[in-house]
């Protein structure tokens, strides 16, 4: 970043850099959330509405001290999905309330009992590995967005795919000014106008979308069995929340787990993954391709994600212009992020490089060995209905690991142990 003008996460921007800025961190998210309430069967308009009202209550919990943007949970849809085949949507949306209320409880549980624990189960030599699989395991998937893992792969699509992240790499290294920290939106609208160009947009469904619409907002209900299905996944979010907040912390330079606390963002989280089950909407999460963009860019403004946040309800509530950003298509969302997925898989590698993590210790190389390959082969945990894979399942790993190496450390029974 020595390059670039750190624009800090207190500091305000005027409305000239605002509008872009946030437009750019819209659109970052805009793919993926907006994937989760086509997989469920629902009208994206409401999820869009609460990211943008989740993603401000977060703020205002943090204090306005912890930059994120919260989008649509993946983490769900496994035992989601069954409850919907068994018993109805409304009855997932009981799940979801449940799920962020227990959260609500574990954030309480941590401002009482702080968060040295961490420092125990997630080590720098654990933490490193487990952070950089969140941007690792997302790789195929920005693979498949690009259309690169098709059986026969389209010409088009890999055009448009290299023009968005050849304008993402070459412009975040060669611009300058005001457009060194637009190179994402930069590399949306080039890679749009190649679609265009290649002629693989389809505006038919803008052009039937309404002008305005009011979300489709809808009550939960509540069944103990459906919320016996989904309510382990709260194992899955606290990981993924803890790992997205580190890497936050290494990104913007400040221990957001201390101030504003891990307890107020895990509070923020579940409490708007609650909200969004109450008024019909599915569950919110700190988003990685949004933390991402800070990598990029260096603009960790709280001002900017909520500009974000505010683009999103307004988008809500216009079918037209939600159902327009909808139709960029998966070649240019690949492209982004190629950069934004490999940005927090490098932030990992960073907090082994900035901790200094001696790899000549057995117990480090181990750790960070055993986690690296828990989660990239592929293998599978499965719990009830819910399956523990990837960097959740690294996760659970190499917690359990350290507390056995401190415990046996505690016992004086390692053969490298520091003075």
Known sequence: MAGKRIIQVE??????????????????????????????????????????????????????KAPAYLGSSFAFLAPAGIVIANFGYPYALGGFVAVGFCGCILAFVVYKFGTKWIDVVLPPAAMGPVVALIGLELSGTAASNAGLLDEVIDPKNVIVFLVTLGIAVFGNILFRGFLSVIPILIAVIGGYVAALLCGIVDFTQVAAAPFFAIPNFQAPKFNIEAIMIILPVILVITSEHIGHQVVTSKIVGRNLLKDPGLHRSLFGDNFSTMLSGLIGSVPTTTYGENIGVMAVTGVYSVYVIAGAAVLSIICSFSGKLSTLISTIPGPVIGGISFLLYGMIGTSGLRILVDSKVDYGRSRNLSLTSVIFVTGLSGIALKIGNIQLTGMVLACVVGMVLSLVFYLLDRFHLTNDQEA
Request: proline share 7%.
């Open 11 to 64: 500091e305000k921007v005027p409305a000239s850099m605002l509008i872009p800025l946030s437009i750019q961190h819209m659109f970052a998210m805009f793919g993926a959330s907006v994937l989760v309430p086509f997989l469920f069967g629902i009208n994206p308009a409401v999820v869009l509405f609460m990211n943008g009202l989740g993603t401000l209550l977060f703020i205002f919990v943090t204090k306005g």
